[in-house]
T-cell receptor, first 115, second 111 residues
Framework: GAVVSQHPSWVICKSGTSVKIECRSL??????MFWYRQFPKQSLMLMAT?????????EQGVEKDKFLINHASLTLSTLTVTSAHPEDSSFYIC???????????FGQGTRLTVV | GESVGLHLPTLSVQEGDNSIINCAYS??????FIWYKQESGKGPQFIID?????DKRQGQRVTVLLNKTVKHLSLQIAATQPGDSAVYFC??????????FGSGTKLNVKP
């Protein structure tokens, strides 16, 4: 399958700072990228969907000003967690799809710990 | 978002036995479904998919069954191996191209 790479894999930041997570499709053009959050022993919760060149669509209850998503190119989307707090500590996972209603390929995830 | 839930949170099977993992979905408009396997600390890994115009699809050692009447999916793993131990999620994709995940089933394979 296609390869999606996330960076960093693991990050610790201080409360109040911002953290940027990158998601790259390495061998295909991702027209749509998805961002998920996963708490321990829980399922993946869709946060937002982004299409290249347009604003992201956020799921209900997800603060768009706190979780800034940029999808500037067909191979890169970024998620910035602004003014991070300990409750934002989670496993963030991106996925990318090159074709609507087709398989989405997942990155390896980023574990964020806010101290 | 849609509600996608699982009947069993954990499943323990003996190595070599067949495993069946179930999933219920709530959005009758969903037309594409994927089963994912997730190992600890890693992103989900695609196992098999099925579209709503099919009832059954087979892969290598895995079979997915779709019952649209009762909005139910199942994943069958034949001859379960220790390497199959993981958490399994079903995900549904509606016609808005969004994937929503079920709550997950942890599969424990006993040697």
């Amino acid at each position: 399958g296609a390869v999606v790479s996330q960076h960093p894999s693991w990050v610790i930041c201080k409360s109040g700072t911002s953290v940027k997570i990158e998601c790259r499709s390495l061998d295909f053009q991702a027209t749509t990228m998805f961002w998920y959050r996963q708490f321990p022993k829980q399922s993946l919760m869709l946060m937002a969907t982004s299409n290249e060149g347009s604003k992201a669509t956020y799921e209900q209850g997800v603060e768009k000003d706190k979780f800034l998503i940029n999808h500037a190119s067909l191979t890169l989307s970024t998620l910035t967690v602004t003014s991070a707090h300990p409750e934002d500590s989670s496993f963030y996972i991106c996925s990318a799809s090159g074709t609507p209603n087709a398989e989405a390929f997942f990155g390896q995830g980023t574990r964020l710990t806010v101290v | 978002g849609e509600s996608v839930g699982l009947h069993l949170p954990t499943l323990s099977v003996q190595e070599g036995d067949n495993s069946i993992i179930n999933c219920a979905y709530s959005n009758s408009a969903s037309d594409y479904f994927i089963w994912y396997k997730q190992e600890s600390g890693k992103g989900p890994q695609f196992i098999i998919d099925i579209r709503s115009n099919m009832d059954k699809r087979q892969g290598q050692r895995v079979t997915v069954l779709l019952n649209k009447t009762v909005k139910h999916l199942s994943l069958q793993i034949a001859a379960t191996q220790p390497g199959d131990s993981a958490v399994y999620f079903c995900a549904e994709n509606n016609n808005f191209n969004k994937f929503y995940f079920g709550s997950g089933t942890k599969l424990n394979v006993k040697p």
